[in-house]
Structure formats: structure tokens, C-alpha cells
């Protein structure tokens, strides 16, 4: 007979736990805001907010305990490779934002990525990033001028505002 009981997913507990520590986390910035003598009070909301999750937390930690974990593991499950290289992707997108602007790194992340998912076509990730790119710049820095990053390593290189 086949074993029909829910298994622990890979994580699972873990979760709950990080879930217990950001409700914490939550309750004390409700106690920084002080004010509980009234139901509108700033410091209520992250309080009752930080309450809910913390019984959530301790209620996905006491159910998870008891499973049986699952064979497969959380590389396997829960981060396979293209979803962890996609994150690492996304963190050193992040972290070249600052020094090499935003046009450039979102261009180098929107082509690698598009080249790695889509195993090749170096043309069209190349169109897709560049059209995004610009895309972006018309909209948010020509419609609604917000000023994208444009980076500390080519401030000394390129003249001022060279990009509207």
C-alpha cells in the first residue's frame, strides 16, 4: 500500500522559522512606535500584524516537525539550476547597478539572462535587452523623470547628464 501522508517539503520548517524571527522583528518596531492606549494607535497594527505571524509561524513549525521529509532535496525541489543561477544573476545585477549605471547593467543582465534561459539566439537577447532598456529610460526617465543610476565608474568618463 502506498504511503498517502503529506511529506515535509524541503524548507519548510526552516521558513517557519524565519517567519517566527521577522514577526518578531515586526512586534518590536510596533513597541518602537509606542502607543497602544487606543485601537488606531501606531504602534497596534504591527503589533496585531506581528501577532498573526508569529501563530502562523509556531503552527507551521509544530505541523512541519512531525513529517516525514521528502526524498528529493531542496536543489532538486525547491532551487534548481536555472532558478539559483538566476538569482546569483539577479545579485550581481544588483550590485553593478551602483557602479556602472543602470542602462549598462540592465542591459549585460537582460542579455546574459535571456541568452542563458533561452540556451542561445545572442541576437535576440541582444534586440530584447536593448529594446527594454529603452523602453524603460523613455518611460521612467522621459515620462515620469526619474533619475536612473548612472554610476560612479563612468561619472570621470562621460560628460554630465548624457542621457537626458
Known amino acids: 500500500m502506498h504511503d498517502q501522508r503529506r511529506r515535509r517539503e524541503p524548507g519548510e520548517t526552516l521558513f517557519g522559522y524565519v517567519l517566527l524571527l521577522m514577526s518578531l522583528a515586526v512586534m518590536a518596531e510596533g513597541q518602537r512606535l509606542r502607543g497602544f492606549e487606543e485601537v488606531s494607535a501606531p504602534g497596534i497594527t504591527p503589533l496585531a500584524a506581528g501577532v498573526v505571524m508569529a501563530l502562523s509561524a509556531l503552527l507551521i513549525i509544530l505541523r512541519t516537525r512531525t513529517l516525514v521529509p521528502t526524498e528529493a532535496g531542496f536543489a532538486t ?30 542591459f ?10 533561452r540556451r542561445g539566439g545572442l541576437g535576440f537577447a541582444l534586440l530584447v535587452a536593448l529594446v527594454s532598456v529603452v523602453a524603460v529610460h523613455v518611460v ?15 561619472r570621470s568618463v562621460l560628460p554630465p547628464g548624457w542621457l537626458l
Do not use: C, K, N
Request: charged content about 10%; aromatic content about 12%; glycine content about 6%.
Open 108 to 117: 549585460a543582465f537582460l542579455s546574459a539572462l535571456i541568452l542563458y534561459l
Open 77 to 106: 525541489r525547491i532551487a534548481p539550476r536555472d532558478v539559483a543561477l538566476s538569482v546569483l544573476m539577479i545579485g550581481l545585477y544588483m550590485a553593478l547597478l551602483e557602479p556602472i549605471g543602470f542602462h549598462i547593467a540592465t
Open 140 to 154: 521612467f526617465r522621459m515620462v515620469f523623470t526619474v533619475v536612473l543610476p548612472q554610476g560612479w565608474l563612468l
